[in-house]
């Protein structure tokens, strides 16, 4: 049976063309499901209506797709560590939603997937996005992206994305390996880490101070001994690792955080900047206990999207 697609149909053809099908997919498929119609005389003018309202249609998506490829075209591409937020050390994830309002400013964006408990605790996770990062600058000129990777986390993958600059090719970190590419690293050009566990050993002993089961858990559950938090911890590596990496680092405090200790991320800003590390802190004051959503109706959330992309805009001029 002839018939006239309605819709694009894949391996057929897009709305307007004809196609010669099996008289029972057209009947019991392609029919009912008002993907086609049956080709007759009557039929014919409509088709022509269809393919030119199709190709015009395809023609202002290329000409949207160009605009956008021309907005990200050599921007640098960010990392969003996809991870949990307080009360959850890894959980829900939270950063797609601030991942697409910074894809909507033409910000080349990369979420990341790693393993986590109960598959596996720490370093897997630090080495599954250590990987990620030297795949990334492998492949960022096939997404119109730049070696310039930067990565973007919050909460516990605050505290991710600093670890994994801090010390881009450490042993442990960087033992996946990126497949005939031996001689990149996974070095960061920038971070943002927003309202991040900085020290999770401390955060643990404040956690077991204010009785916070669903912490205390979640740590156990990813660092299973307090002397891996504590060599996992970025405070610790500022303090006493004597090679480490420094790059420009974007720190988004929440005024009046429960879950995350202002005294726990003033000595890290401080012991950051006693090295030499260019650290910029900005404090907003509203944002949700959980789940940040860009919104206009939220304008503290608006402005942290302004401050990410002012940033990032900044480190990659």
């Not at 949990?84 to 601030?98: P, R, Y």
């Not at 492998?138 to 973007?152: L, M, P, S």
């Not at 995350?260 to 012991?271: D, K, N």
């Amino acid at each position: 049976m002839k018939v006239i697609l309605q819709k694009t149909v894949e391996r057929l053809g897009d709305p307007g063309d004809v196609a010669d099908v099996a008289d029972g997919y057209a009947r019991n498929y392609l029919i009912p499901r008002g993907l086609a119609v049956k080709a007759e005389k009557g039929t014919v003018r409509h088709a022509e209506s269809l393919k030119r309202a199709h190709e015009s249609r395809a023609k202002a998506q290329k000409g949207e797709f160009e605009a956008l490829a021309a907005r990200i075209i050599h921007t640098s591409v960010v990392v969003t560590a996809r991870v949990g937020e307080e009360g959850k050390l890894f959980g829900s994830v939270t950063a797609a939603d601030i991942a697409e309002a910074l894809a909507a400013k033409g910000i080349l964006v990369a979420a990341l997937d790693f393993r986590q408990p109960p598959e596996a605790g720490y370093p897997a996770s630090i080495c599954d996005i250590n990987l990620a990062v030297r795949w990334l600058k492998r492949h960022a000129a096939e997404f119109n992206g730049t070696t310039a990777v930067g990565a973007f986390g919050n909460s516990s993958g605050g505290h991710q994305v600093v670890l994994s600059a801090l010390r881009p090719r450490h042993a442990s970190y960087s033992a996946l390996p990126l497949p005939n590419h031996p001689e990149i690293d996974a070095s960061l050009a920038y971070v943002i880490a927003g309202w991040p566990v900085i020290d999770p050993l401390y955060r643990f002993r404040y956690a077991k101070e204010i009785n916070n089961q669903e912490h205390i858990k979640a740590h156990i559950d990813y660092w299973r001994t307090e002397e891996a938090m504590a060599e996992g911890s970025p405070q610790t590596i500022i303090e006493q690792d004597e090679q480490i990496d420094l790059p420009p680092l974007l720190m988004m405090l929440k005024a009046n955080d429960r879950n995350h200790p202002l005294e726990m991320q003033e000595r890290f800003i401080a012991s950051y900047r006693k090295r030499g590390g260019a650290i910029e802190v900005h404090t907003f004051d509203g944002l949700p206990e959980h789940r940040m959503v860009p919104s206009p109706t939220q304008p503290e959330t608006m402005r942290a999207i302004d401050t990410i992309t002012i940033f990032i805009r900044r480190q990659t001029e």
